[in-house]
């Protein structure tokens, strides 16, 4: 597999940043093999992100960070460069519905997915087996409703000692305190059953087949304090009829979940996703 880095700015709009950093990387020998840009008209704001082919530069990434810091200061950047032979660690937490967690679990025994699945946490014994199947360690943390504070501790534990990167919600049916929401601002990604900003909160197929909807979607996005709010990653949909009933929208749900929530985590992994505010800019 090639070794990339990737470098991914967000910065005040200006012109001249994309000469300004090409030009920086063709300096250094670099052949850039992905570049996508996007200007905010009315935010104002720039973001951009370039692979570049690590064999093609003379120098590690800690020296292409400390070589490109003063271009970084002078467009006054929010900024990272990535190298992808540091594989991301992420931690699976379901429930007790299989379909997300299988799907992902394969695609990462696949390949598709680039990262290490380090831990899978539930709050109920259902998924230990799967998890075991597949040699991932599987972390059992009930949540007791007259003192959650003491569960989720226990999964912030697990989550620090797995250091992980990234926290996917595969169907965990239990809401993150806050502090946990702000501990990992921007690195946990949830799959609400629902096309979001519609029908949030429980039930949301049954809320949908009430209202006589024709289409369904569920929607990946990152988790906030603020109950299914967070910046929106990948949504699609399924169209519905009269003649289905919620079992059928449950049923189509499914394939539509696992699939979305396949892409965001993907996206995410491979820096395809700019947090911008409450709102987000996806190169996919």
């Not at 003379?58 to 810091?69: H, I, N, P, Q, V």
Request: glycine fraction near 6%; charge should be negative.
């Amino acid at each position: 597999m090639s070794h990339y880095y990737r470098l991914v700015v967000s910065c005040p709009d200006q012109v001249g940043i994309v000469a300004r950093v090409s030009s920086f990387i063709a300096q250094q020998g670099g052949s850039i093999t992905e570049a996508s840009q996007h200007s905010d008209l009315q935010t104002g704001r720039f973001f951009m992100r370039y692979e570049i082919l690590a064999d093609s530069l003379g120098m590690s990434a800690e020296a292409l960070r400390t070589a490109f810091e003063p271009i970084a200061q002078e467009f006054t950047m929010q900024w990272a460069l990535v190298d992808t032979q540091q594989r991301r660690r992420v931690v699976l937490m379901v429930s007790r519905e299989s379909h997300c967690l299988v799907d992902l679990l394969y695609r990462w025994q696949a390949g598709e997915l680039d990262c290490d699945i380090v831990s899978v946490i539930s709050n109920h014994e259902d998924m230990r087996s799967i998890a075991e199947w597949y040699g991932i360690p599987y972390h059992h943390v009930p949540v007791d409703p007259d003192n959650k504070q003491a569960s989720f501790a226990a999964v912030q534990e697990h989550i620090d000692m797995a250091r992980a990167d990234c926290v996917v919600l595969a169907r965990y049916m239990q809401i993150l305190p806050p502090a946990l929401c702000q501990r990992y601002a921007g690195q946990v990604i949830n799959i609400h059953h629902s096309f979001l900003p519609s029908f949030a909160g429980a039930k949301p197929y049954h809320q949908a087949f009430e209202r006589g909807v024709k289409l369904i979607g569920a929607t990946c996005h990152y988790v906030t304090e603020e109950l299914d709010a967070g910046p929106i990653i990948e949504q699609d949909i399924h169209r519905v009829s009269h003649c289905h009933t919620p079992a059928d929208l449950v049923r189509f749900g499914r394939d539509v979940e696992k699939a979305v929530l396949a892409r965001g985590l993907r996206w995410h992994l491979e820096d395809r996703v700019l947090i911008h505010g409450n709102k987000t800019v996806v190169f996919s």
